[in-house]
């Protein structure tokens, strides 16, 4: 059988290769180097060492994805059409398995070929001798990306990073823009060429701001980030994959319907998920709570993405800009603000909201302030809430409640009048809406919530009406068969059941 071996050929230095792979390139068989940029070279031509390089083919390819396969390829077929030898030798820098490309596609290729193995044999990386430059321990957090395919989303900032393949003044240029995106300009990186290689190791620690000014890029040098202060391993986990899901469903290969939406013909979408968060919330199905979350975080979620493609923001600045402010506006618990109960903390909370407005607050009418778009119940609970801040408002409960037989009285007088049907209809419904007013008031002083109490009651009557049905059904009746008086004993019923 052939056989290819692949060997890793270390960091740079003979000292750093293993003697398990000096003795596989010194046996005999043909040897092939990926390339001569790398300090091992030299020595190894000290060593009489007979081989052959493919940096001819980064001359004639358009780019390294065809360099790559053109060298998986032509092993292939020097290891078949070699009648003096079933074996060749591979050897690339560092570890096989460590960022090198032409091993994963040789892998692939030979996955269908029977008749030739692949042998690797691993050697020390790169990243071995950085962490001991470095003193980094692997257990605190550790992760290596790639400077050339790097996105904001692929930073762990809680923990230690290092960023590889930064070859140029230009890449590193590239590369800050989007570290600035996340860190600090003054936070520090660590720019290393050659690391542990005698007479070429070079480093530097500069400011994030700094990293392209440095003039000594070459294949060589990767770039170290510390984790970032006030970072958690929670950074990592995001809502990217979900993003990924809607970027694609928006791209011109996506779905039609997803495509034509914009924020205006998602509002209702908005809305109803928001209800059916809360319809699970009041069944206490901790099921389909979880279910209907990822429906609601799928519309914002969708929001975000059309703001994106607008020019407007993206994922990372919503949940930025929220959790910003929710640590802002906890002093008490992230700062050293002493608080002695809720009161103290809604009044931080205000004060805090005022301060961070500023000059862009704008002076105006109180009511201006209002979103008009609320659904009226919740309307009126805020409109309450801006007159009571500045001081109009009942005293106490009492008087809410005389202002609903008040406006009850008022609503009475008006169904007994005679005239015009819409002027009627027109005062008959303002009446009525006065009522509605006067009872929100009074559920905000007793502190309960206008719109879930409503709620809570209309799922109560749904739950005596389904009693009431399925009842009618197991007598073998129909709806034309009942009278009101024998529905309401089965009413009854469902409320001493407790439904």
């Given at each position: 059988?052939k056989?290819?071996?692949?060997v890793?050929?270390g960091p740079?230095?003979?000292?750093?290769?293993?003697?398990g792979?000096?003795?596989?390139?010194?046996?005999?068989?043909?040897?092939y180097?990926?390339?001569?940029?790398?300090?091992i070279?030299?020595e190894?031509r000290?060593r009489e060492l007979e081989?052959?390089?493919?940096?001819?083919?980064?001359?004639?390819?358009a780019?390294?994805t065809?360099?790559?396969d053109?060298?998986a390829?032509?092993?292939i077929?020097?290891?078949?059409?070699?009648p003096?030898?079933?074996?060749?030798i591979?050897?690339?820098?560092?570890?096989?398995?460590v960022?090198?490309?032409?091993?994963k596609i040789?892998?692939?290729?030979l996955?269908?070929?029977?008749?030739?193995k692949?042998t690797?044999?691993?050697g020390?990386s790169f990243v071995?001798?950085?962490?001991?430059?470095?003193k980094?321990?692997l257990?605190?957090g550790f992760?290596?990306?790639?400077?050339?395919?790097?996105?904001?989303e692929?930073?762990h900032p809680?923990?230690?990073?290092?960023?590889?393949?930064?070859?140029s003044?230009?890449?590193?240029?590239?590369?800050?823009?989007t570290?600035l995106e996340i860190?600090p300009?003054?936070?520090p990186?660590?720019?290393?060429?050659?690391?542990?290689i005698?007479?070429?190791?070079?480093?530097?620690q500069v400011?994030?701001?700094?990293?392209?000014h440095?003039?000594?890029f070459?294949h060589?040098?990767?770039?170290?980030?510390?984790?970032?202060e006030?970072s958690?391993?929670?950074d990592?986990?995001?809502?990217?994959?979900?993003?990924?899901?809607?970027?694609?469903?928006l791209?011109?290969?996506g779905?039609?319907?997803?495509?034509?939406q914009?924020?205006?013909s998602?509002?209702p979408?908005?809305v109803e998920?928001?209800?059916?968060?809360i319809?699970a919330i009041?069944?206490r199905?901790?099921?389909?709570l979880?279910?209907?979350?990822?429906?609601?975080m799928?519309?914002?979620?969708?929001?975000t993405?059309?703001?994106?493609r607008?020019?407007?923001?993206?994922?990372?600045d919503v949940?930025?800009?929220?959790?910003?402010k929710?640590?802002?506006?906890?002093?008490?618990?992230?700062g050293?603000?002493?608080?002695?109960g809720?009161?103290?903390v809604l009044?931080?909370?205000e004060?805090?909201?005022?301060a961070e407005?500023?000059?862009n607050?704008v002076?105006?009418r109180?009511?201006?302030?209002i979103?008009?778009t609320?659904?009226?119940?919740?309307l009126a609970?805020?409109?309450?809430?801006?007159?009571q801040?500045?001081?109009?408002?009942?005293?106490?409960?009492?008087?809410p409640l005389?202002k609903?037989n008040?406006?009850?009285q008022?609503?009475?007088e008006?169904?007994s009048l005679?005239?015009?049907?819409?002027?009627?209809?027109?005062?008959?419904?303002?009446?009525l809406?006065?009522i509605l007013f006067?009872?929100v008031n009074?559920?905000?002083?007793?502190?309960?919530?206008?719109?879930?109490?409503?709620y809570?009651?209309i799922q109560?009557?749904i739950?005596?009406?389904?009693?009431i049905e399925?009842?009618?059904?197991a007598q073998?009746?129909?709806?034309?068969?009942?009278?009101?008086?024998?529905l309401?004993?089965i009413?009854?019923k469902a409320?001493i059941k407790?439904?």
């Amino acid at each position: 059988m052939k056989e290819i071996v692949v060997v890793g050929l270390g960091p740079g230095s003979f000292a750093q290769l293993s003697m398990g792979a000096w003795q596989y390139l010194s046996e005999g068989s043909p040897v092939y180097l990926r390339t001569s940029q790398h300090p091992i070279v030299e020595e190894l031509r000290a060593r009489e060492l007979e081989f052959t390089t493919f940096d001819y083919l980064y001359e004639e390819k358009a780019d390294f994805t065809e360099v790559y396969d053109s060298i998986a390829a032509e092993l292939i077929g020097k290891v078949k059409n070699d009648p003096l030898s079933s074996r060749i030798i591979y050897g690339v820098p560092g570890h096989p398995f460590v960022g090198e490309t032409t091993v994963k596609i040789l892998g692939e290729k030979l996955s269908g070929e029977t008749g030739i193995k692949l042998t690797v044999i691993p050697g020390m990386s790169f990243v071995d001798v950085l962490l001991n430059t470095l003193k980094i321990d692997l257990l605190s957090g550790f992760t290596i990306l790639d400077a050339l395919n790097l996105s904001k989303e692929r930073l762990h900032p809680a923990q230690h990073q290092i960023l590889t393949q930064v070859y140029s003044r230009l890449v590193a240029a590239d590369l800050k823009l989007t570290l600035l995106e996340i860190y600090p300009p003054e936070h520090p990186v660590t720019v290393i060429r050659a690391a542990e290689i005698s007479g070429e190791e070079r480093w530097a620690q500069v400011q994030m701001s700094e990293l392209d000014h440095l003039d000594w890029f070459d294949h060589l040098t990767s770039v170290y980030l510390p984790p970032l202060e006030g970072s958690s391993v929670f950074d990592q986990y995001s809502l990217k994959p979900l993003a990924n899901v809607l970027d694609k469903l928006l791209s011109p290969e996506g779905c039609p319907w997803d495509r034509e939406q914009d924020h205006f013909s998602l509002k209702p979408c908005l809305v109803e998920e928001t209800y059916e968060v809360i319809e699970a919330i009041d069944c206490r199905d901790l099921e389909k709570l979880k279910e209907e979350l990822g429906d609601l975080m799928l519309q914002v979620v969708f929001h975000t993405a059309l703001a994106e493609r607008e020019g407007g923001f993206d994922l990372d600045d919503v949940i930025a800009g929220i959790t910003n402010k929710m640590v802002r506006r906890h002093p008490h618990v992230f700062g050293e603000v002493a608080v002695e109960g809720t009161a103290d903390v809604l009044k931080n909370w205000e004060e805090i909201k005022k301060a961070e407005k500023g000059n862009n607050m704008v002076e105006g009418r109180v009511m201006d302030k209002i979103n008009r778009t609320l659904p009226a119940m919740l309307l009126a609970q805020e409109v309450q809430k801006k007159a009571q801040k500045v001081g109009f408002d009942w005293e106490n409960i009492s008087g809410p409640l005389e202002k609903i037989n008040e406006e009850l009285q008022e609503f009475k007088e008006v169904l007994s009048l005679q005239g015009k049907e819409e002027e009627n209809k027109a005062r008959i419904e303002e009446e009525l809406g006065d009522i509605l007013f006067a009872v929100v008031n009074v559920a905000r002083f007793a502190e309960v919530s206008p719109e879930t109490a409503l709620y809570g009651t209309i799922q109560k009557f749904i739950r005596r009406f389904n009693y009431i049905e399925e009842e009618i059904m197991a007598q073998g009746l129909k709806w034309e068969g009942t009278n009101l008086h024998f529905l309401e004993e089965i009413w009854q019923k469902a409320k001493i059941k407790g439904l």
